[in-house]
């Protein structure tokens, strides 16, 4: 199992201004895809009664595409602001907060999907409160859209280890295969089925380890395991 690390003081120069440039890359890359994306749904919606099936199929596909592009550059720019974390502004954060507060932000899937998040009682944890804010919406999200007819179930644990706290988020969607559980963590990086993983759990990681833990995944038939630890002060 990883041991735990400690967060160093501010972010390292050459990521704080690599973090700068794709934040700049994406916001400069939104606006022409934003225009795109307009203009190919002003044409649907106003000669949808002249168009072939094929004019419409095409039109379908730029939007799709193009939104798929947006979110691609919004994980981007996720992943660039986890870059740029500086541990000398880190304070106490409580993780029960912390996940009430994603929990909050994804009551809408939760209620779509009818699913069930239980945790145990939470440590405070030295960190920046957005960031693990994003790091928990994210994998209790993944959860939810994992397959599998069975209702969701999700649980966030944690336990003492070596000075570091050691936390767990389970849930019942599937478990992965163990030669994907590193290339998750790979942005684009071509898995079995031309299945490619966005930026999300890259992102997870360099949170975590800009917070000084180390974030890896298991193996489990019943469901998707991820476990990382941060230190407890």
């Known amino acids: 199992m990883p041991a735990p690390t400690r ?40 000669s949808a009664a002249g168009q072939d099936d094929d004019s419409k199929q095409s039109l379908a ?4 595409g193009v939104a798929a592009a947006v979110g691609v550059l919004d994980g981007i720019a996720d992943y660039a602001l986890a870059l740029s974390i500086d541990a000398s502004r880190f304070h106490p954060v409580p993780l029960d907060i912390i996940v009430r507060g994603a929990l909050a932000r994804l009551s809408t899937q939760l209620r779509a999907s009818d699913a069930e998040v239980t ?40 336990e003492p280890q070596n000075g570091a706290w050691l936390l767990t988020v ?5 478990g992965m295969d163990t030669e994907n559980l590193e290339a998750v963590f790979t942005p684009f990086a071509r898995m079995h089925a031309n299945q490619r993983p966005g930026p999300g759990l890259a992102t997870c990681r360099m949170i975590v380890e800009r917070h000084g833990g180390r974030m890896w995944a298991e193996s489990d038939p019943g469901g998707g395991v991820f476990r990382f630890t941060l230190p407890a002060g």
Not at 133 to 155: K, S, T
């Open 7 to 46: 967060a160093t003081p501010g972010a390292p120069r050459g990521d704080a201004e690599v973090s700068q440039f794709l934040l700049r890359a994406c916001h400069d890359l939104r606006g022409p895809l934003r225009t795109v994306r307009t203009h190919a749904e002003l044409l649907v919606r106003n």
């Open 170 to 174: 389970r849930d019942n969607a599937g």
């Open 61 to 64: 596909f730029v939007v799709s």
């Open 119 to 158: 945790y145990d009682d939470l440590p405070s944890v030295p960190g920046d409160g957005d960031r693990l804010l994003q790091l928990f919406e994210y994998l209790v999200d993944r959860a939810l859209r994992g397959g599998g007819p069975n209702r969701r179930r999700i649980h966030i644990s944690a």
